[in-house]
Nanobody, 115 residues
Framework: VQLVESGGGLVQAGGSLRLSCAAS????????MGWYRQAPGKGRELVAA????????NYRDSVKGRFTISRDNAKNTMYLQMNSLKPEDTAVYYC?????????WGQGTQVTVSS
């Protein structure tokens, strides 16, 4: 499975961004997908996850009501719509796919929120 993220950038507090993660390869083997983030000097943390076959989702508390994870199964693409962004959302965001044959990561995309 190969994952390619896009959509990061610089935005002012209160603004919005949409991240995309295009999956290719053995996508049929994917059980769940998620977005993680890592801020400077901090560990990587789960932001949101989705089970594509069921459409079930979960979010970390700090992003509930502001972020929405979704997936277009026909395009093998996952999205993260981020609204009401805060400076503390600044991080490198990584796409993750948990598949039958392993755990896969994208290269990451930088999101910077200015105050």
């Amino acid at each position: 499975v190969q994952l390619v993220e896009s959509g990061g950038g610089l935005v002012q507090a209160g603004g919005s961004l949409r991240l995309s993660c295009a999956a290719s390869g053995s996508t049929f083997s994917i059980n769940s997908m998620g977005w993680y983030r890592q801020a400077p000097g901090k560990g990587r943390e789960l932001v949101a996850a989705i089970v594509p076959s069921l459409g079930t989702t979960n979010y970390r508390d700090s992003v509930k009501g502001r972020f929405t994870i979704s997936r277009d199964n026909a395009k093998n693409t996952m999205y993260l719509q981020m609204n009401s962004l805060k400076p503390e959302d600044t991080a490198v965001y990584y796409c993750n796919a948990y598949a039958m044959d392993g755990n896969y990561w994208g290269q990451g995309t930088q999101v910077t929120v200015s105050s």
